[in-house]
């Protein structure tokens, strides 16, 4: 129902636009693929296409932008966020920046495929950036055509809301359309390319700024456009630090990156999510997740897993890499304002608040997903042998932790305590009896740690499905759903969406959704590994 703090004409959107009206942009307005000097970004149009159709739309999302259910059903909401029409507020544009990749300096990268539509200013004064993903080209798509298609855009729609409801910083997706239209891709890489749909997704988010926006304007040595930036994020992202421009601000600021990164790290681990593509240009300045490229889920637990292709020989942005990489990519972030701090230690020291950030936060997670109210000499010992064990089998970590709720503190058999988690295991009937007797061992101290917990089992319980998902976006659900869609039924894209805004919750119809990855689906494309394609 519509209610007074709802939008129904899109044009009632209050766009405020402060990022192309406050920062120097590209003078040339050819939408060509060209190396942008001096400027954070250039103005570009999206490319209309034949026959757009709505696929889904978040009503969380909606709601943050003050659109009514009745706005994101209308015609004029498919034409603006399939590309076809422009409000007369909107100022589209391509960001510039450039970043690491996969450790290297790949210079000048940008929105090759992403165009801002504009900022606004919702009712409660939060400001939220509209984007579209494979809109077209920019002039930053270099070889590229600057489209997406189905496969990759409804996997970002639906992980975006899915990463939200868990409680993970993260951009957000307003709505997922279809193109009418076939996009040529090459998903392995193998010289076997083929027509997919094209789509479009909308996403949104508080700022679309990425390490690499710094990155780009200190490589090319454009310090005075850098200062500008930072000042400007300064205001806009973090007005809580001083609107004077020093030192000892930038410092606070860049700190404070630090720190919103580890706690998306922290939680990414909490859940087994694996980003997948790491990138410098992939990390955002608000500590929120970006770029949902061959990203994943652990399901058999393995620390050296990555979701990406590309990465399978290196294993750079692997499940256990990830709090590492984080520091990496923000020593780059602080290697790029080197030339405003001008000094190294200050600079390391406001670096060193990651790594304390995030092992504090880390620590107490580990002990929070294992129910522990207290704090004991052995902890640590009880933690790290857990990890271990679950190493040596393939054990699901989501399922494990979910059931690992339901030990009881009292005494019960070695074999009734293995049955507790027995669900978890991929393969239960070829256990040896070596680590059957490991897993015992650590079961039963554990049962004999809780009994010191000073909290009941229910409340113990409770604690710890508060923190240990019940439902993750497994990429076989992915393909499930990207599958009925390209058949007209977009019914699996609303269940999935209802199903991951209560993902801690039992929803006992929903049972189905949280079952180990299915056999066909371990190297099934799609399901397993993907690559950096779209």
Known sequence: MQTATTIEPLDEL???????QELPGDPESANNRRQVPKA???????TPVCAPQLVAFSREAAAELDLSEAACRSAEFLEVF???RLLSSMQPFAMRYGGHQFGTWAGQLGDGRAINLGEIINRRGTRWVLQLKGAGPTPYSRTADGLAVLRSSLREFLCSEAMHHLGIATTRALSLVLT?????????????PKYEPGAVVCRTSPSFIRFGNFEILAAN????????????????DFPHLSAVPKVDTYLQWFAEICEK?????????????????MNSDNMSILGLTIDYGPYGWLEGYDPTWTPNTTDAQGRRYCYGNQPYMAQWNLGQLANALFPLIKELPPLQEALDTYRVRFQSGWQQTLRTKLGLHTK????DQLISSLLELLTKTETDMTIFFRQ???????????????????????????????????LEQWLLSYQKRLRTNQIGDEQRLASMNRVNPKYVFRNYLAQLAIDKVEQGDFSMVDELLELFRHPYDEQPGSQQYAAKRPEWARNRPGCSMLSCSS
């Open 404 to 438: 690992l709720a339901q030990v009881k503190a009292d005494e019960a058999s070695p074999e009734q305590l293995v049955q507790t988690v027995s669900a978890s295991f991929y393969a239960p009937d070829t256990l040896s009896e070596d680590y059957l007797a490991e």
């Open 221 to 236: 040595q454009e310090e005075t456009l850098l200062e500008e930036l930072v000042r400007y994020t300064i205001k806009t």
């Open 261 to 277: 990164t580890a706690d998306m790290i922290v939680d990414w681990m909490r859940v087994g999510f694996v980003h997948g593509v």
């Open 82 to 84: 399939s590309g076809n």
């Open 40 to 46: 954070c970004y250039s103005l570009v149009e999206p």
């Open 376 to 379: 004991e000499d052995n902890d």
């Open 14 to 20: 209050h766009f405020d636009n402060r990022f192309v």
């Open 180 to 192: 009418g239209e076939q996009v040529m891709r090459d998903m392995f890489y193998d010289g076997h």
